[in-house]
């Protein structure tokens, strides 16, 4: 028997007990043991009650938990960083393996989790960590394992995939979606992780590190949130250009320059990622050998999040009880290998831009020449008939530029008196 002890009782760790109760046969058929919840612990005491578990498993008390010699895994279900990646480092140190959904604490304290866990001989496992219930890091970590990931795009935060969405589709306002989104039990404690493209982020820096066997951090991530689009702009594209927007994840690996961005994006809607909608997550790898692989699902939401975690803690109970756990790194990790990160001004694409300027003669001359001087060259322009208002938006997309070059061109238009607002740049995916 495996015994385990899960810290954090809140809608994930509900959904873990419900699933290991009701699999408990199919869990013994398929790995030969059992797993016993010896704890949950919490500190408040109606999510203990709700785990619907007799009395002398629940607890408050972490250290019982941690210092329990005949617990084996520890699954650490709390979130935020610092607190939990103190009672991952403490349950290593006693030594317990560790089954975490926390995408925060891996992206900050991967190294000194990793590197713990491989001198006392541990596993970390973290499936749902990204994408939830979508078995993407085992596929990347084990299935993938040969290949050269040229680049991974992701669909990776359920919240922002749901605003998006009903924006697009049912012309909510940013508000009415994210408390919807809150209601659906998908947001973040704090969801202005999910909103400034943290969480996303974070997962991202998960992935990254997977596929280029060291850590890639979260502050080597270039970020931008959702919080300032404008419904304008993504009806604008798609009824003009059929374009979507989705807030992706991505990181390339160019001639060994990498780099990691995460910012709303438009993509044509024949992409793969285009049809992925609300709470629901993808992620698009493209490794040398395998080609495109695409991962869909539920990205979010207790049930998704605790098949990631059971799967985890199945796994890792074949392992302890056949006594092979933590006999490898289930990462690999190899701090030699220097990640050479390419700054974002060096990264190319293709931009939709919106002007907002005073209908008056010269006005576009003037910003395409300024494009121009910085290399950046259009490919289709469009401006709206002046409607009693004082200025017009003028909509350009660019061929593919540099990013540097595209910011120190908007930054000379925008100095200019003809421009009436801060000019709106997005970034479109190739296809
Ligand atoms: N807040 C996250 C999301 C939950 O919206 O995707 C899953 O990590």
């Not at 607890?59 to 103190?86: A, C, H, M, R, Y």
């Not at 909103?195 to 270039?222: M, R, V």
């Not at 939709?352 to 395409?368: C, E, P």
């Amino acid at each position: 028997m495996i015994n385990i002890g899960i810290i954090g009782c809140g809608t994930v760790g509900l959904n873990v007990i419900k699933i290991l109760q009701k699999q408990r046969n199919n869990i013994i058929n398929k790995i030969g043991c059992n797993i016993n919840i010896k704890w949950v612990c919490d500190k408040d005491s109606s999510r203990l009650r709700a785990a619907n578990l007799p009395k002398e498993k629940l607890t408050d008390d972490l250290k019982k938990v941690i210092l329990d010699p005949e617990v084996d895994i520890i699954i650490e279900l709390i979130g935020g960083t610092d607190t939990s990646k103190n009672i991952i480092i403490d349950a290593l140190n006693h030594n317990k393996h560790i089954v975490t959904a926390n995408k925060a604490v891996l992206s900050k304290y991967w190294d000194k989790i990793f590197s713990l866990a491989l001198q006392k001989k541990l596993s970390v496992y973290f499936e749902a960590s990204v994408g939830a219930g979508i078995p993407v890091i085992q596929s990347l970590n084990e299935g993938l394992v040969t290949n050269r990931i040229q680049s991974i795009i992701g669909i990776l935060n359920g919240t922002t995939n749901f605003i998006l969405t009903k924006m697009t589709d049912e012309n909510m306002n940013f508000n009415q979606a994210l408390k919807l989104a809150q209601k659906s039990g998908f947001a973040e404690a704090n969801p202005a992780l999910d909103i400034n493209g943290s969480d996303t982020a974070h997962k991202l820096s998960i992935l990254a590190s997977i596929a280029y066997s060291n850590h890639l951090p979260f502050e080597n991530i270039y970020r931008e949130g959702i919080s300032n689009i404008n419904p304008i702009d993504i009806k604008y594209a798609k009824k003009e250009f059929g374009y979507v927007l989705k807030l992706l994840a991505i990181v390339k690996n160019d001639n060994n320059e990498i780099s990691a961005s995460v910012y709303p994006t438009f993509i044509s809607d024949e992409h793969p990622l285009a049809t992925v909608e609300n709470e629901y997550n993808a992620i698009y790898i493209h490794g040398d050998s395998a080609g495109d692989i695409m991962f869909y699902g539920k990205g979010a939401g207790g049930p998704a999040a605790a098949s990631g975690v059971t799967s985890d803690i199945v796994c890792l109970a074949r392992n302890i009880f056949y006594r092979t756990a933590g006999k490898f790194s289930y990462v690999s990790y190899n701090t030699k290998l220097n990640l050479n990160m390419k700054p974002i001004e060096k990264t190319e694409s293709k931009y939709y831009l919106r002007f907002t300027t005073v209908d008056k003669q010269g006005v576009l001359a003037k910003i395409s020449g300024i494009l121009s001087e910085n290399s950046v060259s259009i490919s289709a322009c469009f401006q709206e008939q002046r409607h009693k208002k004082q200025s017009v938006p003028i909509f350009i997309l660019t061929h593919k530029a540099k990013e540097g070059n595209i910011r120190k061109a908007l930054k000379t238009i925008d100095s200019l008196s003809i421009i009436k607002s801060k000019t709106v740049m997005l970034r479109i995916l190739e296809s």
